[in-house]
């Protein structure tokens, strides 16, 4: 069995971090054959001295410090920590059944005695099961293509495929190819790294896999406001990848600013019957949708809930772009160096 490394970024995860060490400490991947590597990003809550605790009870715990701010400038501390063939990345706010990490190492040696060209793959994630209505709703919404714009995270697909993109909180890589594309962007500090780096590797010729049953459990935000927020970051982030890839632009990256754009309209000139009757439609249309994803999941009660995560979730993600048109970025090199 090949050695690997679970790496977990952490900032301020001292009230997390135990449930994730927990559910790895239960893995049935042999214990002998992979470590954890936490990597403290700056934490004041006592995050280190928990991890030094653990470290006690777990002979695989080990805690790495990068003092810069940022996502990306963590994982790459992690890239350059790690001596191990494959790195699995995963987040301070996740729950990993059992089989998890045995399934994402098996998945890659199958996948890449298949295709030698497979770089990564990995899972997607669904809100923890004991958690509220409005992350019930949240979990049937990101099961489908407009909850989860496109992308694989929260997808339950039945059979592995080939994707442009899967988050980094349930991710096995290939780490001497990472390093070699050039890590992660240490411009992206806060968010989109992960999609940045994946849209490298996968114009240099790579695969990434997703692999069905690889999924996590993940303490997603707790409510609509912060839901939101986040909504909105991400969208910021994908004008940052588009400003720095062009060919990354989608189609189905020009919908959510035009959404905000059109009800800012009609909110300025509500008596044109143009501007008027895209809202109606819109409502309209995205009611059918949750209350059909609602009925199809069988569960029909959370579909107002649905409804307004559905409707809020574009616009959200649509400002975020829009604001990231004029939004200043840190200078971004085209192959961040890793030391």
């Not at 714009?149 to 442009?164: F, N, Y």
Request: hydrophobic share 45%.
């Amino acid at each position: 069995m090949k050695r690997v490394t679970v790496a977990i970024i952490a900032y301020n995860e001292a009230r997390n971090l135990p449930d994730t060490l927990t559910s790895l400490a239960a893995q049935t991947y042999p214990r002998e054959r992979f470590e954890i590597l936490v990597v403290d990003n700056g934490s004041n809550d006592g995050t280190r001295a928990l991890v030094r605790e653990w470290m006690r009870r777990l002979d695989n715990l080990r805690l790495a410090v990068e003092p810069t701010p940022g996502i990306a400038p963590a994982r790459n501390t992690a890239l350059r920590e790690t001596k191990t063939e494959l790195i699995v990345f995963t987040d301070a706010d996740v729950i990993c059944p059992p089989t998890w990490l045995q399934t994402l190492v098996e998945g890659f040696d199958r996948h890449r005695e298949r295709d030698l060209r497979t770089v990564a793959v990995g899972g997607g994630n669904v809100p923890v099961a004991a958690g509220s209505r409005f992350l019930a709703a949240l979990g049937v919404t990101l099961n489908s293509f407009w909850g989860s714009h496109g992308s694989a995270q929260g997808m339950l697909h039945e059979e592995d495929r080939i994707v442009e993109h899967i988050p980094t909180l349930n991710i096995c890589y290939d780490r001497l190819a990472v390093l070699a594309a050039g890590g992660f962007d240490n411009a992206f500090r806060m968010v989109s790294e992960d999609p940045e780096l994946n849209h490298r590797l996968t114009r240099l010729g790579y695969r990434i896999v997703f692999l069905a049953g690889a999924q996590v459990e993940h303490k997603m935000r707790p409510d609509l406001r912060s839901w939101f927020r986040n909504v909105y970051v991400y969208g910021r982030g994908r004008t940052q990848i588009i400003k720095k890839h062009p060919d990354h632009f989608r189609l189905k990256y020009a919908a959510p600013p035009l959404i905000p754009l059109v009800l800012a309209a009609f909110v300025l000139a509500p008596w044109l019957p143009l501007l008027a009757l895209p809202l109606p439609l819109y409502l309209a249309a995205t009611a059918l949708l949750a209350r059909r994803l609602c009925a199809r999941q069988g569960k029909r009660h959370l579909w107002s809930m649905a409804f307004v995560i559905l409707a809020g979730n574009p616009i959200a993600y649509g400002i975020g772009m829009i604001h990231g048109l004029w939004h200043r970025y840190p200078p971004s090199s085209p192959r961040p160096i890793i030391d």
